[in-house]
């Protein structure tokens, strides 16, 4: 599926080393959805119960909708599509997709209207999916269980929308794209400030790893930014061989467009932490979700936030986690209200 590329002139021979990240991004267009800076905070009684340092990266409180990681990206997906004169977003992942309900919610605020896809059939509605419906967005399902086959539908979408004379512009699953990479850069900027004035220097970044396009961004920020700690995804999707090179690939993308000459290294993917398959919750993330609860005041996502905290509880009290840790709290809670009770944390 092509996806439109940034208008932004890509510059040439090396950076000159006098122009900030912040000048490099300015040069993109975005328009503006997150609450910035999301606050950083130490997790003091988590933290005692690790016996490790903990951090946490509020991106749950961006600020439109519910919060969550996706928004930082669809800043810029959305300038480009505006920007391209484009009057629909057409995008999918599963039924109880954060990206989906966000990326609808950011485009009707920018009077844009969108349409989502969704692998399966027809899904109750509850968690994401009702706030899907209740803000009347076309949803169309694909009738087929695999995930690929979203990437047939939002291209049948658009050519749908191309045959009634408009102008769709068709994002991939979880907006995972170099430009919607652009958001976790920044973010590594904000971030770098936040950890100077907490007097923090951290030996590790976590995340939940998905589409890629999270990490992808960070993994750059990290090096563009010089920062000391390893981003370390969790996947809770794909294979370990399959995510890392979907990270590596969109932040070798990223980095580019961007002009920004970074060594980047080999992408740090855990495995181990699906459970019983994507998008279901697992019974060490349900625990981990509790804890942070309990412990924090913090909710945790049930598939994504939960699991990628379940690897770091694990990492932490096997002596393998060392030195502060930082966790991007990414959002989605409204899969929390989604299936079963027994399902929930």
């Known amino acids: 599926m092509s996806t439109p590329s940034p208008r932004a002139e890509q510059p040439r021979g090396a950076p000159d080393s006098r122009v900030t990240a912040r000048d490099r991004l300015a040069r993109f ?83 844009i209207e969108p349409h989502v896809v969704c692998y399966g059939s027809a899904a109750a509605s509850e968690g994401n999916m009702r706030l899907l419906r209740w803000l009347g967005v076309d949803v169309q399902f694909t009738g087929n269980p695999d995930r690929p086959s979203v990437d047939a539908g939002i291209e049948a979408v658009a ?96 980095a580019e467009l961007a002009g920004m000459d970074v060594v980047l290294g080999e992408p740090n993917i855990l495995g181990g932490w699906i459970g019983p398959g994507y998008g279901q919750p697992s019974p060490e993330g349900q625990a981990a979700a509790r804890l942070v609860a309990t412990a924090e005041g913090v909710f945790l996502d049930p598939v994504f936030g939960a699991k990628a905290m379940a690897a770091l509880i694990a990492e932490c009290r096997a002596g393998r986690a060392r030195g502060t840790q930082v966790f991007l709290v990414s959002g989605g809670a409204p899969a929390l209200f989604a299936g079963p009770p027994d399902l929930l944390p």
């Open 29 to 111: 267009p975005r328009v503006r959805l997150v609450l910035r800076p999301t606050p950083l905070h130490r997790a003091p009684r988590l933290s005692r119960e690790l016996g490790v340092p903990v951090v946490f990266k509020r991106d749950d409180l961006a600020g439109v909708g519910l919060g969550g990681n996706k928004l930082r990206g669809l800043e810029y997906i959305l300038a480009d599509l505006r920007a391209r004169g484009c009057d629909s977003l057409v995008t999918g992942a599963g039924p109880q997709s954060n990206w989906t309900m966000l990326a609808a919610l950011a485009a009707l605020r920018y009077r």
């Open 159 to 254: 050519a749908g929308l191309h045959a009634q004379g408009r102008r769709p512009y068709p994002v991939p699953r979880g907006g995972a794209t170099p430009l919607g990479a652009l958001g976790y850069i920044r973010a590594s900027v904000e971030l770098a400030a936040q950890l100077n004035s907490l007097g923090e220097q951290p030996s590790a970044l976590w995340t939940a790893t998905g589409s890629g396009g999270t990490q992808a961004g960070l993994v750059v920020g990290a090096a563009l930014t010089g920062a000391g700690y390893q981003v370390v995804g969790v996947t809770v999707s794909r294979t370990v061989a399959d995510s890392r090179a979907r990270v590596r690939e969109l932040a070798a993308g990223a």
